[in-house]
């Protein structure tokens, strides 16, 4: 199982990028796909979660400006953010969390946002 995301970029403060994450190979039921940042010098957050049931979950620090979804027939889970902040600047890591209790993590996209 493999993990692809994308999306991210450099992009001035007040802007928006939408992140992708998409799952190849086969997974055994997904329970939670999430979105987790790491930025420079700082442990890895997570940013956002969402359920099977399709329950979310953000950090203080982006609710309001991010919107997770996910398309299960298509395996990938999708990051909306809006109004950027120069502190949202960080690698960006998706991690799907199985029934089963395995997790997958992709490989990280850089989101930077310039003052």
């Known amino acids: 199982v493999q993990l692809q995301a994308s999306g991210g970029g450099l992009v001035q403060a007040g802007g928006s990028l939408r992140l992708s994450c998409v799952a190849s190979?086969?997974?055994?039921?997904?329970?939670?796909m999430e979105w987790h940042r790491q930025a420079p010098g700082k442990q890895r957050e997570l940013v956002a979660a969402i359920t099977s049931g399709g329950s979310t979950n953000y950090a203080d620090s982006v609710k309001g400006r991010c919107t997770i979804s996910r398309d299960d027939a298509k395996n990938t889970v999708y990051l909306q953010m809006n109004s950027l902040k120069p502190e949202d600047t960080a690698v960006y890591y998706c991690?799907?969390?199985?029934?089963?209790?395995?997790?997958?993590w992709g490989q990280g996209t850089l989101v930077t946002v310039s003052s």
């Open positions: 991690r799907f969390v199985s029934v089963r209790g395995s997790n997958y």
């Open positions: 190979g086969r997974i055994f039921s997904i329970k939670a």
